[in-house]
């Protein structure tokens, strides 16, 4: 059992050890989604649900995996969690708002192979959070994707009228925009504890 | 691809490859659709663990072996699976492969085991994967996914051994661990942190365009 206290998990998962800049998970959606800080938003918001959800299943599966005995499941069974929520997820978006189902496209279903989900309940699992703690780990994990996703999208919303040069255009310079985001977050680096 | 035809004219053995029908499914990962440089996936797990050329050579590998083989699974199964869930199929698919994997890992090297932690598990959501079985291995046979699996598994993996050099040589002043630089070179410190895998990403695609933009006479 771990006892780090919520703040500071917090604050570490979302501003310090951003999923996005410091572990490099959810690359794919944040450079496909980013160019519209509405769409980013709302991207972001889809995400850090289906995170919070199925961090907490993975909470249980884990504890019901420890007492069978049967560790080798887990990667399995935390799939189909992730892989059952973004379904419902996807259900309720074109449900309630047509529209947004549209912006976000081939994306919602491929939230289902955002790394940062996946990683989310792999890393709690591995830290030994308790079930208050996974949630907190999960909000702020999601919480901090959609900071850095609103964050890439304003830049490249500007982006866009300033003139690129040929080679670079497209990938290369939203990359370039990444790393210098990524070295202005290492500044947060001395706030957790 | 064990039958090459005896090509009777005196093109050589490498162009009667080239020609080879099943040849371009081999081929054509390694370079002109490689799955990094020009089809920019699968990076989410890849350039965590880039910072080193050997964390690289493993990763890229273990992500090879999992592509060939759901690659393999996914062709001779796609008869069977109903096509609402074949999406969560594939996925049980590559989670299985992926938990051998980790398991070969950590009987191997239980050093190379910690520095790739749960980026191993995290091989399951690589998109290159998912986008293979989805888009080749599910409409061909078994011996064009196999070509197409090892093709861009080499493919990924040598990309992934490009950055990883390129951020342990500026990063540590070193490459596979062993240290060649002078001793009074000062070290990139930039290039082994989170900022520097984007950086090197970002140097290697802009290398790539060039040739491209050259190629076609701009």
Sequence with gaps: ?193 | MSTIPQNKSDKGFFSSLANHPNTDEFTRGLWRDNPVFVQVLGMCPSLAVSNSAINALAMGLATAFVLLMSNILVSLLKDFIPKQVRIASYILIIATFVTIIDYVIQAVSIDLHKNLGAFISLIVVNCLILSRAEAFASKNNVSKSILDGLGMGLGFTFALLCIGSLREIFGSGSLFGYEFMPSNFEKWVIMVLPAGGFFSLAFLLLIFNYFKLKKEGL
Excluded: D, H
């Excluded at chain 1, 800080?37 to 709302?42: H, P, R, S, Y």
């Excluded at chain 1, 708002?97 to 709690?124: E, H, R």
């Design chain 1, 1 to 193: 059992m771990n006892n780090e206290s919520l703040w500071s998990i917090f604050i570490n998962t979302s501003l310090i050890n951003n999923f996005v800049l410091a572990y490099f998970l959810g690359i794919c959606s944040f450079l496909g989604v980013s160019s519209k800080v509405e769409t980013g938003l709302k991207m972001g918001a889809a995400v850090t649900f289906v995170m919070v959800i199925s961090a907490l299943c993975a909470y249980g599966i884990n504890a019901l995996l420890t007492a069978i005995n049967a560790p080798f499941l887990q990667l399995i069974s935390y799939i189909v969690v992730i892989a059952s929520t973004v379904q419902l997820v996807e259900m309720f978006v074109k449900k309630t708002s047509p529209a947004l189902f549209k912006a976000l496209g081939i994306f919602l279903p491929l939230i289902t192979t955002n790394c940062a989900i996946l990683a989310v309940a792999l890393f709690q699992t591995s830290k030994g959070y308790g079930l208050l703690q996974s949630f907190v780990y999960a909000l702020g994990g999601g919480i901090g994707f959609t900071l850095a996703m609103v964050l890439m999208a304003g830049l490249r919303e500007q982006l866009v009228f300033s003139e690129t040069v040929s080679v670079a255009k497209g990938t290369v310079i939203v990359l370039l925009v990444a790393g210098i985001l990524s070295l202005s977050f290492m500044g947060f680096a001395g706030l957790g504890g």
